[in-house]
Nanobody
Framework: QVQLVESGGGLVQAGGSLRLSCVVSGGTFSSHRMGWVRQAPGKEREFVASIRWTAGITSSVVSVKGRFTISRDNAKNTVYLQMYSLKPEDTAVYYC????????????WGQGTQVTVSS
């Protein structure tokens, strides 16, 4: 059974930094697409960033380019989202997500971790 467990959220002032972690278990993920999706209050879920586990190819939404970096640690089965220069509009619940092997769509989800950026 695939499990994704996020941690690292919290309250930070604008301009600050946070690193989110997502520990993945229940299988091997070398052929999966991993990512982070966020949902702000009253808004739809928004793609933030993704990474192909083995190839390390990354992608991110324009609004976070240059501020957020997605990475993974194979030995720890963990995906990270390093966030710098946080803005109040980054406030959201951040979800870790995974696709099936060799596919694109996210079908596995973590429980989410709250990130709040104060102005």
């Amino acid at each position: 059974q695939v499990q994704l467990v996020e941690s690292g959220g919290g309250l930070v002032q604008a301009g600050g930094s946070l690193r989110l972690s997502c520990v993945v278990s229940g299988g091997t993920f070398s052929s999966h697409r991993m990512g982070w999706v966020r949902q702000a209050p009253g808004k739809e879920r928004e793609f933030v960033a993704s990474i192909r586990w083995t190839a390390g190819i990354t992608s991110s939404v324009v609004s976070v380019k240059g501020r957020f970096t997605i990475s993974r640690d194979n030995a720890k089965n963990t995906v990270y989202l390093q966030m710098y220069s946080l803005k109040p509009e980054d406030t959201a619940v951040y979800y870790c997500a995974a696709s099936r092997a060799y596919t694109y769509d996210f079908i596995y989800w973590g429980q989410g971790t709250q990130v709040t950026v104060s102005s």
